[in-house]
């Protein structure tokens, strides 16, 4: 096996070890739905074994079927994640056992297959890229189920870099066009292709994404309470809901206090603020004189080298992340503290851009212009419209393999539960 394909095999076994270790309690805490927003875990660690056995054994390498029966009940689109439960679930012990022998095979195709071939799939491994970042994407749905779930446990406290104070709010992006999106990256998803050229006019962007003790004057203001600074359906949303805090918030006193992961702690107040929806993000910039930035804006910001005139793979430029980068990969199970990572700065001086915290922005997932759907229209396609706000940059959960300056993620404006926070940009005044 030679070094590529050695390296995919690692990759390969660290994301299943992973999956393991958040599927390693008690059986009945992997088959109960925790949240009807949620799967049960157990569904989680059973498709993606099934995920991998159709697109490496199967459409890949043209193998048989192992277990074509199951294929209806992890197929994603076909059962909301409320009606998940009611399904004939693969056990958590049976669950196991599969996705062993899916990956036992999908590591002989690994040895015996042409990486350099003509085959779309074949090609510089995407395939593999394919099931490692949907894996990893799993896993940190799995690590929100569990945050849902109250179950302590899974708080990793590794030592992050301090805080600091010093440098600007806001960082300026001159006006001029860039190049969105890629067309080099070989495990990059259909959504962040064809890379094109937009033209942006000037703008500034919040050097460091919105933290707790910002956000906390914003409630104690009575943003929550004032119609000026929701959009409609962002209101109705609000009023419906009871919304008053970020999920997992509540005040004891004069002290904000949240759940992480069954642990009731202090909020601490220099850290990005996370679970909050879009219409609360939304509500936040208006109510700071502000906006949330537009997808272009975001990725311009935080990949763009006016210098070199190219996009980098991430802000800091090719370096793959590393702790003094970026706060990825479960390290510890919360954000960095604001202005942790100055070496991780964009070309423009915008910081912790990756890792952290996802970013709400202001647009609608869409496609770019020239798209074309690979290897299915499921992943990206059937979403482009008007009902999701794209997200970016990755959270503390993210892992690197899924995570760079022209990757997509989208949900529902009114989501929270996710690792989500935001920043802020305006318009250059003329």
């Not at 992961?261 to 939304?282: C, I, K, L, N």
């Not at 910001?301 to 793979?313: I, M, V, Y």
């Not at 793959?320 to 980068?325: A, F, I, K, V, Y």
């Not at 970026?326 to 199970?333: F, P, Q, S, V």
Request: some cysteine; charged content about 25%; overall charge negative.
């Amino acid at each position: 096996m030679n070094d590529f394909k050695e390296r995919i095999a690692a990759e390969l076994l660290a994301v299943r070890d992973r999956s393991l270790a958040y599927t390693a309690a008690e059986d009945d805490l992997l088959v109960r739905q925790h949240s009807p927003l949620m799967s049960p875990l157990v569904w989680d660690l059973a498709h993606v074994g099934n995920y991998e056995e159709l697109w490496v054994l199967r459409e890949a390498a043209g193998i048989e079927p192992l277990r074509p029966e199951i294929d209806d009940i992890y197929d994603a689109f076909k059962h909301p994640r409320k009606d998940r439960p009611t399904l004939p679930l693969l056990g958590p012990a049976e669950a196991r056992r599969y996705i062993e022998g899916v990956r036992g095979r999908v590591l002989d195709v690994l040895d015996a297959i042409d990486l350099d071939g003509p085959t779309p799939l074949h090609r510089d491994g995407f395939v593999f890229g394919l099931v490692i970042q949907h894996e990893h994407q799993h896993d940190e749905t799995m690590l929100a189920t569990l945050q849902l779930s109250g179950q302590p446990g899974l708080v990793r406290d590794a030592d992050l870099p301090p805080g600091r104070d010093q440098g600007p709010e806001e960082v300026y992006v001159p006006a001029g066009p860039f190049t969105m999106g890629t067309a080099t990256l070989p495990w990059a998803y259909d959504n962040e292709r064809p890379a094109h050229q937009v033209d942006l006019p000037g703008y500034w962007i919040d050097r460091l994404p919105v933290g707790n003790r910002a956000y906390a004057a914003f409630i104690e203001d009575g943003g929550y309470d004032d119609p000026r600074w929701w959009a409609p359906e962002g209101w109705q949303w609000r009023r419906r809901s009871g919304t008053g805090a970020p999920l997992f918030w509540a005040k004891d006193g004069d002290t904000w206090w949240r759940i992480r992961f069954g642990r009731t702690e202090p909020v601490p107040m220099d850290e990005p603020v996370q679970h909050v929806s879009w219409y609360e993000a939304d509500a936040y910039a208006r109510w700071a004189g502000k906006r949330l930035p537009t997808e272009a804006e975001w990725e311009k910001a935080c990949g763009w080298d006016p210098e070199a005139r190219r996009a980098r793979r991430y802000p800091w430029g090719e370096e793959d992340p590393r702790p003094g980068l970026a706060n990825l990969g479960h390290r510890a199970a919360r954000p960095a503290p604001l202005g942790a990572y100055p070496a991780g700065a964009s070309a423009y001086g915008a910081e912790q851009m990756v890792g952290d915290v996802w970013e709400w922005t202001d647009s609608w997932f869409q496609p770019y212009p020239g798209f074309r759907s690979f290897p299915y229209k499921e992943y990206s396609e059937v979403f482009f419209g008007h009902e999701y706000r794209v997200l970016r940059g990755g959270s503390w959960a993210a892992d690197p393999a899924a995570v760079r300056t022209t990757f997509r993620n989208w949900d529902y404006p009114i989501r929270r539960q996710i690792f989500t926070g935001f920043r802020c940009a305006r318009t250059e005044l003329v």
